[in-house]
């Protein structure tokens, strides 16, 4: 079992940045970073998979950057230009087998979950 605990979430205005951190207790192969709105479905806004590669949706593509301290076993999310949209539970997810670039964009590739942290971006 990988427990994985997200720190970094907080307010800030339109054009702010956030990093969120995620410390994950285990070894992971595939790992990514998904987000929720009220009344919204789950979305995926990052992954990367062992090798190294990442992807975004277009949403976040060039604003959000995906890293990994294989070291420290953290996952990191750089958040730039960040937007009112943007404002959404912020979960970590981890999976212990590989992932492809598509499969990491989605929930049901990961079956270990953290708490989630609030990011409220205000305009």
């Known amino acids: 079992q990988v427990q994985l605990v997200e720190s970094g979430g907080g307010s800030v205005q339109a054009g702010g940045s956030l990093r969120l951190s995620c410390a994950a207790s285990?070894?992971?192969?595939?790992m990514g970073w998904f987000r929720q709105a009220p009344g919204k479905e789950r979305e995926g806004v990052a992954s990367i998979n062992m090798v190294g590669s990442s992807t975004y949706p277009d949403s976040v593509k060039g604003r959000f950057t995906i890293s990994k301290d294989n070291a420290k076993n953290t996952l990191y999310l750089q958040m730039n230009s960040l937007k009112p949209e943007d404002t959404a539970v912020y979960y970590c997810?981890?999976?212990?087998?590989?992932?492809?670039?598509?499969?990491?964009?989605?929930?049901?590739?990961?079956?270990?979950w953290g708490q989630g942290t609030q990011v409220t971006v205000s305009s």
């Open positions: 997810a981890a999976a212990p087998w590989p992932c492809t670039v598509v499969g990491g964009g989605r929930a049901s590739t990961y079956n270990y």
């Open positions: 285990g070894y992971t192969k595939c």
